[in-house]
């Protein structure tokens, strides 16, 4: 009996170390060694890029780390960068960069809807926001069509990137668009070559040098750039209908 009390006293214990599947488990990815995330942002300091975040990254070996300017790479020692895209071959090619980089966007656009300028369908089937200049041939392609792309049941929410930079020409005309008492009007008019400054809100305080560093951050190096609602990314024009069957897909 003695002998039998014992086996049942070890089964009783490995049935509490054993965890139950009703236990929740984290899904919380572990941190980066403090460390190296130093040594990661000291290295970056010296091409004059700055770390946002430190994660490890789905590639064995590599570390993910945004920046101002992109996504970069690092061994998981902080000493060297990568720089370039990172694709899973197992999973049919996957791009790993543009699923990290969708993330990014998907939180951006959170971020920045309240200041955004929206042409709204009236019976919207889809939204995308577009990355536009006032300076960009094709941005005004893109505006010209947009009674067919609100036709279509798109809706068209526009983000700010001033391809001369901040504080450069279209910056200045870009921040009056957004600062305009009629947004949507301003924005006509000056992707229709009116350079009028529209009449302003009194008092305005526009993200608009955020937005282009959003830009910057998550892979947008021209305009326009369409971003999907899952955080995909379509680089340049998308004429209505071509716009309209992606989205449909």
Request: hydrophobic share 40%; aromatic share 8%; charged share 20%.
């Amino acid at each position: 009996m003695r002998i039998l009390a014992i086996v049942f006293s070890l089964f009783s214990l490995a049935a509490v170390a054993t965890p139950d599947a009703k236990t929740p488990v984290s899904s919380e990815p572990a941190p980066v060694d403090e460390k190296v995330v130093r040594l990661v942002k000291d290295n970056l300091n010296k091409i004059s890029l700055t770390a946002s975040d430190v994660t490890f990254s789905k590639a064995d070996g590599l570390l993910e780390v945004l920046t101002e300017r992109g996504l970069f790479y690092f061994t998981e020692n902080g000493e060297y960068l990568v720089h370039g895209k990172v694709y899973d071959l197992a999973n049919g090619v996957e791009n790993i960069t543009e699923l990290s980089l969708a993330k990014v966007r998907v939180d951006g656009m959170k971020e920045f809807e309240d200041s955004m300028i929206v042409f709204k369908a009236k019976e919207e089937k889809f939204k995308v926001t577009v990355f536009t200049d006032t300076s960009c041939g094709y941005c005004r392609k893109l505006h010209s069509q947009m009674q067919t792309y609100n036709d279509l049941g798109i809706t068209v929410r526009y983000m700010a990137f001033p391809r001369s930079g901040v504080g450069g020409p279209t910056f200045k005309e870009l921040t009056s668009i957004w600062c305009a008492v009629d947004q949507q009007t301003a924005m006509t008019n000056a992707k229709m070559g009116d350079n009028t400054p529209a009449p302003q809100a009194k008092m305005c305080t526009m993200p608009i040098a955020e937005q282009y560093t959003m830009g910057m951050k998550v892979g947008v190096n021209g305009t326009p750039a369409i971003i999907l609602d899952d955080g995909t990314m379509i680089p340049g024009y998308q004429e209505p209908a071509q716009l309209f069957a992606v989205l449909d897909q």
